[in-house]
């Protein structure tokens, strides 16, 4: 039942390509006129518990028109189709065996006609006769009726006004009456919303005392339209429809969107999946602007208070150093077959960064041929990932794909690389109940919050290229943040968020709230930018994502960690060159409970010191002792709060690491170390690739040592000073690990490191052992 309003829903598409308006636009379709969209459809079938997924579905349908008349044709076929409902799930990519006989039913497509007075649905049927045939001989007027009802579309084919704020009503619009406003025009674009009237005067669930409130027809659209064509660009409509079940009325709500073929939504199901809403507001204290951001560059635009800022500077030889990338198959029973396109990056540390798009994909074999395969990039799932590798999803399409999946054994892809920038804008503050400022290309309007001391409502639209920045500068006490608002408070908030998402920025309002403890004199703003034109572009080739890690050929994937790329709006920037280490200094850290213990180390004096408990009593049977720790409380019970970059974490525990909470005892530890240290540069071994280390040509080097020992006793630099790491074959980044450097080197004899090799140095130890001992109280256990 839930599946079938579900795809009821989607049919209901088909004919809202007809919407036509007065002379300024007019749907004029003429013979042969084609067009491709994507339709998708989420369906909740009980809003009253909640608004998890009963069925979703992503489909790319071809519209072309046979005849134009008193009668319009249209052969509509469904190039790409997959859904899932419940443990039920089906791509049209890779069938079945029981599912191949489908292919032909689908692929033959459908024959649709209309009355073009009327708008009434005078014909549907699949152009495969015989299967057609056999379909409503099984199923009858349930297929049919349900096609027709979802199809019919009086009024649709009505004139629609050019004015904003003017209204038309379609008669008989899905068996009801709804509004079309219209709300904005472009040179190309007509935008309007459809909604129904919340109850209907024949609505008989609706007066039903024992029916819930809610328990009517409810409906709401935005659709752009193109005013050349009168053709639709884009649809969102959320329906809520009763239904009975076992005599209970039940209110199910579909979400159906339509795009372009050019404009695929992308990972569709997570909308729905993490979508929140709440329109509470949450205080907290405004953040200053960073010092050294605030006297970066000196005002150039008096008038608009412009400052330099910060631009982007990364080159080619920084985002796209190689050539090669890896990919990986990643499957989803939502979203189908797919494929995730990585490759890695040189970028620089505390830079500001740009976006990448990636274009033109293709897939070969073996043997270099191309295959016949229809690949989607969406531009939502093009994306630097934490350790700025380039990453994008990728997804084959069409039916009946299988052998051609298996075939493939390299991708290849354009990407191009759309710089970005980071200004700030200082303007007076000019009081009053109701302000406005120019900054850059973005108008914003202050408003002063009735009846509310010193609070202000700070209201704007993003562009498509400028946006807002999420502080003020120059102002002290407290902000919050509204979530953007669109469309009636029935809408779930997976709805509510494709709304947002799909809406041209322009036409978003958006909300931050301030409290000023105290009148501010200038506001500074943050915009940030990014270019309509991309500045650099590249072919890269996309290698099978396993052989890519296990070979030492392959750059690393994991370039260094740690590192800040917006620093405009977060003081939080890792230091690498740390404060001097105080040995007599309390080296305890942050852990789960007072129950716990964690010591944090320098990696380089963790190889020159030692822990030794003095008075330990046995736990269970077995003593205590300090052990190197590369998990925080995240991931570990008892583990710390954080680990800082380039140190090595000790906690507290029984040898088998079972015991990790302590209660009533004092715990003294008796710390030693060799003495002090001082690194020495040493000249990095010639290798055939600049990641890699050839342990044959250090003198002295153990193979046997484990990867924390190594990292103590050697320092591993790039070009920009950040710290490296050595990687496995897995593409795992091993910091205080106590595996053996036997285990992850490559062959023949190669130590793969986190990036490209600027500086290696080598810790030697100065002046006399040193050594102090510390205690650990546990405080007995809570009682109650």
Known sequence: MYLNNGIKASLLLTLLTLVGCEKQVTFAPKEGDEKRYWVYTHTTQDIAQGYDTAMISESLVHYRVDEVGDTLKLHITPEHLQFSAGDSSFSSVELSSSQQKMVPFFQDGFD???????????????????????????????????????????????????????????????????????????????????????????????????????????????????RATGW??????????????????????????MRSEEQPIGAFSDIFAHAYYDDELYWYDIEPIPEAILVKGTTVEAETGKNEGLQDQLTQDDVMPYEQGMFNQENTRSDGQGFRLAFPTQIPPNQVVGNIAMRDVRAYTNDGDKI??????????????????????????????????????????????????????????????????????????????????????????????????????????????SPPKTGPEWLSPGS??????????????????????????????????????PSFSQEVEFLDREWYLASAEMPPMTNNLNREYYPLESDNVVEQSASAFDFHADHRVATESLQNAVVALPMEWAALCQFDIVNAPQVNGKPLEWKPQSEVDNDLPGGPVTI?????????????????????????????????????????????????????????????????????????????????????????????????????????????????????????????????????????????
Request: with cysteine; glycine share 6%; charged share 20%.
């Open 112 to 226: 649709v006609s209309y009355n073009m007075e009327t708008g009434e649905q005078v014909e549907f049927k699949g152009r495969n006769q015989a299967m057609w045939d056999e379909l409503v001989k099984k199923r009858g007027d349930v297929v049919l009726n349900s096609l027709k009802s979802t199809m019919n579309a009086p009024g649709l084919l009505q004139s629609l006004p050019t004015k904003v704020g003017r209204q038309v009503t379609l008669d008989n619009f899905n068996g009801r009456s709804v509004t079309l406003t219209v709300n904005q025009l472009t040179q190309s674009t007509l935008f309007a919303t459809v909604s129904l009237a919340e109850k209907r005067s024949d609505d008989k669930q609706a007066d039903d005392p024992q029916t819930p409130s809610n328990a009517h027809h409810q409906l709401y659209g935005k659709l752009e339209i193109d």
């Open 496 to 533: 509510r968020q494709l709304f947002v998402q799909s809406t041209p920025p322009e036409l978003i309002t958006r909300t931050m709230s301030f409290k000023f403890s105290e009148e501010p004199k200038e506001l500074m703003f943050i915009v940030h930018s990014q270019n309509e034109t």
């Open 232 to 257: 639709v660009n884009s649809l969102n409509l959320v329906m809520n429809v009763p239904i009975d079940v076992y005599g209970e009325t039940k209110v199910t709500q579909t979400t159906v969107a």
């Open 644 to 784: 800082e970059p380039n140190t090595i974490a000790f906690q507290l525990m029984t040898p088998d690491g079972v015991r990790r909470y302590f209660y009533d005892m004092a715990i003294t530890t008796r710390f030693t170390c060799a003495g002090k240290t001082k690194w020495n540069q040493m000249s990095p071994p010639s290798s055939p690739k600049p990641w890699l280390i050839d342990i044959s040509a250090i003198e002295g080097f153990d193979a046997k040592q484990t990867v924390a020992d190594f990292l103590g006793r050697y320092r591993i630099l790039d070009q920009h000073g950040q710290k490296l790491v050595p990687i496995d074959q897995q593409g795992e980044v091993l910091t205080a690990s106590d595996r053996l450097l036997s285990e992850i080197l490559f062959a023949p004899g190669y130590l793969k490191m986190s990036g490209s090799i600027s500086r290696i140095e080598e810790v030697v130890v100065q002046g006399a052992p040193l050594e102090k001992q510390f205690v650990v109280q546990f405080p007995p256990l809570p009682k109650g």
């Open 372 to 481: 016949d395969l229809k690949l989607v990039t969406p531009n939502a799932l093009q994306f630097f990932d934490e350790n700025v590798n380039v990453n994008a999803m990728v997804q084959p399409i069409g039916w009946n794909k299988g052998a051609e999946l298996k075939e493939i054994s390299t991708f290849a892809a354009h990407i191009d690389y759309y710089k970005g920038a980071i200004e700030l804008h200082s303007l007076p503050w000019q009081g009053g109940s109701s302000q406005s400022y120019q900054v850059g290309d973005l108008q914003v309007a202050i408003k002063k919050v009735p009846g509310a001391e010193n609070e202000y409502r700070v209201e704007y639209h993003n562009s498509e290229y400028q946006w807002l920045g999420f502080t003020i500068g120059g102002v002290q006490g407290q902000m919050a943040f």
